[in-house]
Structure formats: structure tokens, C-alpha cells
């Protein structure tokens, strides 16, 4: 359901709200307001391809006031979440990651943007727009604010901060000039270049002066890289019978860059169709976190033989660059020379479909969940 509805009127004192969603407790001499709070929780680990049914919609109930004893809290009402394939790998039960698991019962967690009701942090005011890892619920404590980010530019619509502006953003940004080195004339493919990430890169690809190719999972998807996103040529990987014929079409002489997106077979593929000394940026793996028993790679021999360097990386470790990332894509946007499609999905009821949705290739752009408007 997309819909762009204006937000409701905020929480007022009146009998009927109150008996509706507030509660008020007394501690000492203050009073602490309660609201219900509907939440995102993980049933169980999660074997296979993600499934709605691994999560369930709870009602909770959460404090609008920081926690008393805790300094540099800070209390959110969450407005936009983020679907990101990596959340899969937090649904299992594996330790030995950069991430922790999310844990059975719980609420789960993504980046988002959110609204600060109340504060113990110097940092963050009440009224405050920030962004960061926030809970999948209407409002969160958070505790741990070290990468928690004040919004302060207001030009671009709010969500883009969980998208073109945050973290999949960022992603591309450092993926493309940081690990794939491009230089201009360079033979660029993207896969799942219709997502969050991929459709950044492309654009910043064609920017450098690159030739680009984008492949995707529909014909609506090919259209859009073509004639929305600028690539010069895009493929429905679902159409192709053989992957390796398809790509030495597009690309006769070779691929410098090959910015992955989804490992498997198109990764496997791609390393055939290399060219000498060029870089694979190793982004996702997203044919592989819906299954329990990920395939493995049979032609890393290429990257002997024509030199290749292939190199996997996470956003988090680059963050000294994003002061240069956000002014830098901020102009191209307003400038109009990059555009950025959002897929939302309003209601954090819908919040599940809409992550499992990124698995069967059911999302166009980035998918953002709507909790709410204000």
C-alpha cells in the first residue's frame, strides 16, 4: 500500500486519546507517559528464504522519557525504516560476524530515520530528526548513539536519509570510488542494479565518464535502468539462458569493474568475463542469504591469471568519508545529474512483506518502510 496520506494530528491530552494510547504512571513527583507500541518481533532463527511468518506484529508499550540513571539516551519516534538484505544474515544463529544476531522474541532492528521526543544527550534536543540503527517499532530507546546522525538538511525528502543519503548510499559511494578505483573509459557492470546500491553506482559510473551495464529481474526493471537511471545497456538475468554468452554481448572486450551485488552464478559468471587487472567489488550476496547452504565459487582461478583483484568491504569501516559523501551527492541531486527511486511501503504492519519482498526481487529502487509521517 503506498500511500502519501498527512500524518495525524500529535498526542493530544484529551480523555479519548488518552484512554486510546496513552498511559500515565507516577514515579516520585513526574509523571511517565506510556503509548502503545506496535513492534516487529523474530519468532524463531530463520532457515531458507525469509518468510513473513518468521516475524510477528506485537503491541508493546514503550516510555516517552529517556531512562532515568542513563546519560546520552534518547528516546525516538520512528518515521521511515530501511529494508536492507543484510538484516537476513542477523536471523541466524551466527556470532562470528561484524554484526550480532537478532535475538528470538525480540524486536528487530535497521537503520531509520526517526524524531527525538525526549533526550539525555547533550548531542540530540527534543524535535531533533536523526538517523541510525532504530528498532522496528513506533518508538525506540536508544541507548548507544555513537553512530546515531542529526538530520540537518531538509531539502531532500526525509526517507532519503536511510537511502541516497545513508547507508546504501554511502555504500555505493565507497564501493564504487574506494574499492573499484575506476578510471574513466572503464567497461562497468553492475548487478541487481535496480536496488538500493546498484542504482547509485551506475550513475556515479556514468559520471566518471564509464560505460555501464546493469542487469535486473524484469522487464519493467530494464526499462528503468535504460530510461530513468542512464545506464547504456541493461539485461533481465531471468531471460537469459546462459549468463557467460550474455555478458560477452554486452561487454566484447571485457569487464573492468564488476560492482556484485548478488554473488552466486552471476558472480561466478563475471570472474570469466573479466579483463586483465580488473576489480570486482564484493557488495552482497543476496541469491545466497536465501538459502541455508550457500554455493560456493569455481572460477577463482581467473583472478591469477588475469590479475584480478576482488575485494569485499562494509560501509561502517569508511565512515572517516562521509563528510565528503553527503555534500558531494547532495549537489548532484539538487543539481539534477543523479536521481534515486524509492519503493515504500507504508504501515509497519507491512513492514515483514516488504523485507521479504527484496528476496524475490518484488522491490523497484529502495525499499523504505513508512511507520510514519510525523
Not at 524524531?115 to 517499532?137: A, H, Q, R
Not at 526525509?158 to 548510499?169: C, I
Not at 569455481?298 to 565528503?324: A, W
Amino acid at each position: 500500500m503506498r500511500s502519501f496520506s498527512s500524518p495525524p494530528a500529535s498526542l493530544a491530552s484529551s480523555s479519548s486519546q488518552l484512554a486510546h494510547s496513552v498511559v500515565y504512571f507516577l514515579m516520585g513527583e513526574a509523571a511517565v507517559e506510556m503509548v502503545r507500541n506496535k513492534q516487529v518481533v523474530l519468532k524463531e532463527y530463520v532457515v531458507g528464504a525469509p518468510k513473513e511468518t518468521d516475524m510477528e506484529i506485537r503491541q508493546g508499550k514503550a516510555s516517552l522519557r529517556a531512562p532515568t540513571g542513563v546519560e546520552g539516551a534518547i528516546v525516538v519516534k520512528n518515521l521511515y525504516l530501511s529494508c536492507d538484505p543484510y538484516m537476513r544474515g542477523r536471523m541466524r544463529d551466527y556470532s562470528d560476524s561484524y554484526i550480532p544476531p537478532f535475538q528470538p522474541g525480540s524486536v528487530i532492528e535497521g537503520f531509520g530515520v526517526a524524531k527525538v521526543v525526549d533526550s539525555t544527550n547533550p548531542n540530540f534536543c527534543v524535535g531533533d530528526y536523526i538517523t541510525g540503527l532504530t528498532g522496528w517499532e513506533e518508538y525506540s530507546t536508544i541507548v548507544r548513539t555513537e553512530q546515531v546522525r542529526k538530520i540537518e538538511v531538509f531539502d531532500v525528502p526525509l526517507s532519503y536519509h536511510v537511502g541516497l543519503l545513508g547507508m546504501t548510499g554511502f555504500t555505493a559511494y565507497v564501493g564504487f570510488y574506494e574499492i573499484c578505483a575506476p578510471k574513466k573509459g572503464d567497461y562497468v557492470f553492475v548487478s541487481a542494479a535496480s536496488g538500493a546500491v546498484g542504482q547509485l553506482v551506475g550513475q556515479l559510473a556514468k559520471l566518471h565518464g564509464c560505460y555501464v551495464v546493469g542487469s535486473a529481474g524484469s522487464a519493467q526493471k530494464v526499462d528503468l535502468l535504460k530510461n530513468k537511471l542512464g545506464f547504456d545497456e541493461a539485461f533481465n538475468y531471468k531471460e537469459e539462458p546462459d549468463l557467460t554468452e550474455a555478458l560477452r554481448s554486452y561487454f566484447p572486450k571485457g569487464i573492468d569493474i564488476y560492482f556484485d551485488n548478488v554473488g552466486g552464478a552471476m558472480l561466478d559468471t563475471a570472474l570469466l568475463n573479466m579483463r586483465v587487472h580488473g576489480r570486482v567489488a564484493v557488495c552482497g550476496m543476496v541469491s545466497q542469504h536465501a538459502v541455508s547452504d550457500p554455493k560456493g565459487i569455481s572460477n577463482l582461478y581467473t583472478l591469477v591469471m588475469k590479475r584480478i583483484r576482488m575485494e569485499g568491504f562494509i560501509q561502517s569501516d569508511y565512515l572517516h568519508l562521509f563528510p565528503k559523501f553527503l555534500p558531494t551527492i547532495i549537489d548532484l541531486y539538487k543539481q539534477g545529474r543523479i536521481v534515486y527511486i524509492e519503493d515504500m511501503n507504508e504501515g509497519l504492519e507491512n513492514g515483514p512483506a516488504a523485507f521479504v519482498g527484496l528476496f524475490t526481487g518484488n522491490n523497484m529502487g529502495k525499499q523504505v518502510v513508512c511507520v510514519s509521517r510525523e
